[in-house]
């Protein structure tokens, strides 16, 4: 088993363009989450999905949409990339919401000049 | 206002000290997790509890619900425990994480 990957590991974006970063798990989960990492920040939560068909805001979701495509495919979207949006992005998926573990991919550095 | 406090930020430890990371959080919660961050940036969970106490090899951890304080047990500690150990709460549909503790742990 994979566990949960994203894609791509690394991506330079300029001011005004926009990307998507691609999530998946193979472990039957039904919640997923996009987390970014700043320093001296801790994670915050973007954005989740309870389950396949649902997704809500989180913390900060300014400037980012989601889609959660199926059950093992949760994708994040940058439409309009801004400097304050250079991160590390992380997903994550759990069997449930709160009282189950997350499993976390390995994160994308995304930088936004 | 941090929902999630740890304390320390950062600690250096001799090889096979007792080490103790310290988490408090303001939230009504429904679990609290330890993850671990390693050098390379992934991220592992090592807890999730909700009362009392839960052992895995030299790792403890331990919850006041009360208090609303968790700490994380190193016993034996290792440099291969060098990392950040990350406090996080959940509150049914939010998880708020703490920023860290960076653990080095010398030979």
């Known amino acids: 088993n994979a566990g949960v990957t994203q894609t791509p590991k690394f991506q330079v974006l300029k001011t005004g363009q926009s990307m998507t970063l691609q999530c998946a798990q193979d472990?039957?989960?039904?919640?997923m989450y996009w987390y970014r990492q700043d320093p001296g920040m801790g994670l915050r939560l973007i954005y989740y999905s309870a389950s396949e068909g649902t997704t809500d805001k989180g913390e900060v979701p300014n400037g980012y949409n989601v889609s959660r495509l199926n059950k093992r495919e949760f994708s994040l979207r940058l439409e309009s990339a801004a400097p304050s949006q250079t991160s590390v992005y992380f997903c994550?998926?759990?069997?449930?919401?709160?009282?189950?573990?997350?499993?976390f991919g390995p994160g994308t550095r995304l930088t936004v000049t | 206002k941090n929902e999630v406090e740890q304390s320390p930020q950062n600690l250096t430890a001799q090889e096979g000290e007792f080490i103790t990371i310290n988490c408090s959080y303001s939230v009504g919660i429904s679990a609290l997790h330890w993850l671990q961050q390693h050098p390379g940036g992934g991220i592992v969970s090592l807890f999730m509890?909700?009362?009392g106490k839960k052992k895995h090899g030299r790792l403890i951890a331990t919850i006041n619900i009360q208090e609303k304080h968790s700490s994380l047990h190193i016993t034996a500690s290792h440099p291969r425990d060098s990392a950040v150990y990350i406090c996080?709460?959940?509150?049914?549909?939010?998880?708020?994480f703490g920023t860290g503790t960076s653990l080095t742990v010398i030979p």
């Open positions: 472990m039957n989960h039904n919640s």
């Open positions: 994550a998926s759990s069997y449930r919401l709160a009282l189950y573990e997350q499993y």
């Open positions: 509890l909700s009362s």
């Open positions: 996080a709460a959940s509150t049914g549909n939010q998880f708020y």
